[in-house]
């Protein structure tokens, strides 16, 4: 499975724009890119996914880089209950079930 | 707004004991899996069920485990002799498909298990 890496940790400070990276230089073209985050003590929590283009929802926006070896999770104002561990994970189109979690992001939001 | 619901959400029990931990998907999913998360460590994929058959499952996954859908809601983790090592979050999830450009899973709150 193609690897994802991403920074054990950031800050942000609230209602501030974060950029969360993340590196994938061994993607298939078939590797969708997916991301969640796990708030603390819940259950991991789907955010947004992509494939070549940028892609925006409620949540957040992800950026995808041209040869698409990373890509960016936007979140445009980040509020305390941003505050959660981000994963990235890529999702072979063949291989649909497993979902492989990394060690992920932790954000942390300062008011 | 339709959830993934747990049960128990903590569950004691002593080392070789039997668990059952309970899921109940999100109506309309025809997908489920079961993922564990040992404190502080990272979100392990167990298994995945489709169609009342496992669809994958991974190395963690022995013969001590088992899954099973025995209504049409109800979707079950069985562990039978458990050990010290399974305590454990464990985490149900569902979806509407396996397609990785639609699959959007669903995760429920976890059952913390703590094998004594």
């Known amino acids: 499975d193609a690897k994802t890496t991403q920074p054990n940790s950031m800050e942000s400070n609230e209602e501030e724009p974060v950029h969360l990276p993340c590196n994938h230089s061994t993607i298939s073209g078939t590797d969708y890119i997916h991301w969640y985050r796990q708030l603390p003590s819940q259950g991991p929590e789907y955010v947004i996914h992509?494939?070549?283009s940028n892609v925006n929802n409620r949540m957040a926006s992800l950026a995808i880089a041209e040869d698409r070896k990373s890509s960016t999770l936007i979140l445009h104002r980040a509020t305390l209950r941003d505050a959660a561990v981000y994963y990235c994970i890529l999702r072979d189109a063949g291989n649909n079930n497993d979902m492989r979690f990394g060690a992920g992001t932790r954000l942390t939001v300062k008011p | 707004e339709p959830e993934v619901t747990q049960t128990p959400s903590h569950q004691v029990t002593q080392m070789g004991q039997e668990v059952i931990l309970r899921c109940v998907p999100i109506s309309n999913h025809l997908y489920f899996y079961w993922y564990r998360q040992i404190l502080g460590q990272k979100v392990e994929f167990l298994v995945s069920?489709?169609?009342?058959?496992?669809?994958?499952k991974s190395e963690i996954f022995d013969d001590q485990f088992s899954v099973e859908r025995p209504d049409g809601s109800n979707f079950t983790l069985k562990i039978r002799s458990t050990k010290l090592e399974d305590s454990a979050m464990y985490f149900c999830?569902?979806?509407?498909?396996?397609?990785?450009?639609?699959?959007?899973?669903?995760f429920g709150p976890g059952t913390r298990l703590t094998v004594l």
């Open positions: 999830a569902s979806s509407k498909t396996d397609l990785p450009y639609y699959n959007e899973q669903f």
């Open positions: 992509g494939l070549t």
């Open positions: 069920f489709y169609n009342n058959e496992i669809s994958e």
